[in-house]
Nanobody
Framework: QVQLVESGGGLVQAGGSLRLSCAAS????????MGWFRQAPGREREYVAG????????YYGDSVKGRFTISRDNAKNTIYLQMNSLKSEDTAVYYC??????????????????????WGQGTQVTVSS
């Protein structure tokens, strides 16, 4: 089992940047495919980005492509989400998640919410226009 704790959220003006961190404890994060999701008030949770166990493969939701970058430092058991060119529509609670999905000899990214087993408590990001 792994515990996930997000940090780095806050209030930023449109066009600005933030970097979210997700610290994993319990079991080493390299065992897991990792992802970031977000949920705005009144809306369903949305996939933001995912990264493979090695960090060699990434995938992004259409709304953040070219603006957000996911990365991981397995030595530090930490996953990051660099968010640039923020827009008001990026305002949401951002969640870090871990997936145990495994396919032999595949450095995979997981993009579906139901395949993530562990979740952090979330960190609020508010972008003012």
């Amino acid at each position: 089992q792994v515990q996930l704790v997000e940090s780095g959220g806050g209030l930023v003006q449109a066009g600005g940047s933030l970097r979210l961190s997700c610290a994993a404890s319990g079991r080493t994060s390299s065992r897991y495919v990792m992802g970031w999701f977000r949920q705005a008030p009144g809306r369903e949770r949305e996939y933001v980005a995912g990264i493979s166990r090695s960090g060699g493969r990434t995938y992004y939701g259409d709304s953040v492509k070219g603006r957000f970058t996911i990365s991981r430092d397995n030595a530090k058991n930490t996953i990051y989400l660099q968010m640039n060119s923020l827009k008001s529509e990026d305002t949401a609670v951002y969640y870090c998640a871990a997936s145990t999905k495994y396919i032999w000899n595949t450095d995979m990214v997981v993009t579906t919410e139901v395949e993530y087993s562990y979740w952090g408590q979330g960190t609020q990001v508010t972008v003012s226009s």
